[in-house]
């Protein structure tokens, strides 16, 4: 608001139309490396942590990309696939996708069929088990503290 005020003091655009008013409101607002910072965000992008499921990464993704209008077809497809985890990245580089929209679908499939536990080395068959994270692994020491804790309770129990 603070902005158009000043724009209509000073008296400095002929601002007649939508369109125009759009241009210059951009003009004022948007950041100065905007595509740089955008560029930047996409290189960093990992399928991990917040960005863990498929459909997430491709939201961050996408925000980041319309940033960059200018950014070629096989170079969004690139930096995409790029973030992906390798199994999916092997995949979307194996086959020959002509389109990010492409690319990112058969990502999703691809994450589903891993996440569902489709594979036995996952724990699959439709047990519920889904993929293992190595920090919930059990170590030997866990073990042996679990089943010391056990004795005791069952010795004070006596």
Partial sequence: ??????????N?????????FQVELLKYFEPVNREVNARKALSSLKQMGV??????????FTKWLLQIPTMANDEQIFHCSQGFRNRIRLEIERSEIKSLAEAMRIADRIDSIY???SFPYQGGFGNGVTTMEIGQCTTEVQIRKTVSRREGAIIQRK
Avoid: C
């Fill in 1 to 10: 608001m603070q902005w158009w005020e000043l724009v209509n003091l000073n």
């Fill in 12 to 20: 400095q655009f002929n601002i007649t139309t939508f369109e125009a």
């Fill in 51 to 60: 960005f863990n499921s498929i459909s997430a990464y491709n939201a961050e």
């Fill in 115 to 117: 996440t569902r536990g």
